[in-house]
């Protein structure tokens, strides 16, 4: 057994020795060494001589983007001006199915709110009284803030209407033969 702790005694000196007499240790291993990465790494190109030519295509290009927008904006109002309805927002007075309610309630708008045109349409089987046509929501809140005072139950909802600018075709009663 005490030969058995000597030889690991000794194997274990042996293994930790340092290697202090091998050449080419530390800094002069690598003092040769060299490595050109230059087909590996992006190729930027040189700005700092292109700064007089980029104040030319800012300009150019901020014309060309008001171009574009303004070619945009044209084909955007001539297919609305095409479409006979636009969505919007009204106020929603009156929603019920009593006829002399809604009715009542159209009066009594006009005579709280004489500046304020109120209107009454029939969706089967309700009746609906409504002020106003905005395009935005914000413009239907100053009438909406009004009526609420006299009216707690109205709301501003969404809708679709129809352009003042289209005319729906006239049909006579020669168009309308043969159509049911």
Sequence with gaps: MKKLW??????????????????????SVYSN?????SGVLPDFPDYRNS????????????????????????RTFEKNKSEAYFSGFTVLVYSGIDR??????????ALYFPDIN???QYQQPRYLVKVGQYAYKFEAQRVFSK?????PTARIIQDRFQRKE???????????????
């Design 166 to 180: 289209y005319s729906s075709p006239v049909t006579t009663d020669q168009n309308a033969q043969g159509q049911n």
């Design 51 to 74: 700064n007089s030519t980029a104040d030319l295509e800012i300009i150019s290009s901020s014309q060309a983007v008001d171009g574009q927008l303004s070619d945009l904006q044209k």
């Design 147 to 151: 009526v609420k005072s006299q009216f």
């Design 6 to 27: 000597v030889i690991g005694f000794s194997c274990l000196i042996l293994g930790c020795k340092t290697s202090g007499g091998v050449s080419g240790s530390g800094a």
């Design 118 to 120: 109120p209107e009454m």
């Design 100 to 109: 002399n309610e809604a009715f009542k309630t159209r009066d009594d708008l």
């Design 33 to 37: 060494y060299q490595e050109d990465l």
